[in-house]
C-alpha cells in the first residue's frame, strides 16, 4: 500500500463549477500537507499548505485536512480554464529527519 | 524574488557518457532535493542534501550523484546515462520552519534524452 494515494483522473468539469481534489494517506505521523499545481512542462508550484486539522482559504481555494479519517482535500471553486494542471497533494513528517511523500496528481481540465 | 534555477533545460546525450545537470538556489535554504517525474510513477527522490558537505541517498539513487560544496548549489550528475534515466529531473529546496513545516520549492525542471 502506498504511503499517499491520490486518484490520477483525469477529471473534467465545465467552467464555474466546484472542483474537490482528494488524498488519502496511512501515516499517522505527516503533520503538514500541502497542494502543489503543476502546468504542461512546468515544475510543481506551492498553492497551499496547512499544519492542522481544519479548513484553510486562499481566494477560490480551500484546503482541508482531516487527520482522524486520514484524508485531506482541496476544493477550487468558480472553477477557470486557467485552473487546468495537474493538482499534486504532498505531506511530511518530521521524525529525526523530515519525509516528505508526494502524491501521484490529479489531471484537472476545466472547459470553457 | 528568490528562485531555483536548473541547467540545461533540455538536453540529448547518448548511452554511457556523463551527464551533468546543475541547479542553483537564492532561497539560502540549508535543504536541497533532486527528484525525477515519470508517468506512473510521481516525484521520485534522487538524493538530498541537509547542508554543506551533506548528501543523501533517495528512492532511486542508483547511477546518480550529488555533491554540496556550497549552500546555493546541488548538480546531480548521471555517471554513465542509460535508457531508464530518460525523464524530467526536478531539483528543489526547503527550510524547516519552527513548526515543523518543510515547504518545498522547485525549479522549472531538466528534460533529458538518453539515446
Known amino acids: 500500500q502506498k504511503e499517499v494515494e491520490q486518484d490520477p483522473g483525469p477529471l473534467s468539469v465545465p467552467e464555474g463549477a466546484i472542483v474537490s481534489l482528494n488524498c488519502t494517506y496511512s501515516?499517522?505521523?505527516?503533520?503538514?500537507f500541502m497542494w502543489y499545481r503543476q502546468y504542461s512542462r512546468k515544475g510543481p508550484e506551492l498553492l497551499m499548505y496547512?499544519?492542522?486539522?481544519g479548513n484553510k482559504e486562499d481566494g477560490r481555494f480551500t484546503a482541508q485536512v482531516d487527520k482522524s479519517s486520514k484524508y485531506i482535500s482541496l476544493f477550487i471553486r468558480d472553477s477557470q480554464p486557467s485552473d487546468s494542471a495537474t493538482y499534486l497533494c504532498a505531506m511530511s513528517a518530521y521524525t529525526g529527519g523530515f519525509k516528505t511523500i508526494f502524491g501521484a496528481g490529479t489531471r484537472l481540465f476545466v472547459k470553457a | 524574488d528568490a528562485e531555483i534555477t536548473q541547467s540545461p533545460r533540455h538536453k540529448i546525450t547518448e548511452t554511457g557518457r556523463q551527464v551533468t545537470l546543475a541547479c542553483h538556489q537564492t532561497w539560502n535554504h540549508n535543504n536541497m532535493f533532486w527528484y525525477r517525474q515519470d508517468l506512473g510513477h510521481g516525484l521520485r527522490l534522487i538524493h538530498y542534501s541537509y547542508g554543506v558537505h551533506d548528501t543523501n541517498k533517495g528512492e532511486v539513487s542508483d547511477g546518480y550523484s550529488v555533491s554540496r560544496s556550497n549552500t546555493e548549489d546541488l548538480p546531480l550528475t548521471l555517471e554513465s546515462a542509460a535508457s531508464s534515466q530518460t525523464s524530467v529531473y526536478f531539483c528543489?529546496?526547503?527550510?524547516?520552519?519552527?513548526?515543523?513545516?518543510?515547504?518545498?520549492?522547485f525549479g522549472e525542471g531538466s528534460w533529458l534524452t538518453v539515446v
Open positions: 501515516n499517522s505521523a505527516f503533520q503538514y
Open positions: 528543489a529546496s526547503s527550510e524547516l520552519d519552527d513548526r515543523g513545516g518543510n515547504t518545498i520549492y
Open positions: 496547512t499544519y492542522s486539522s
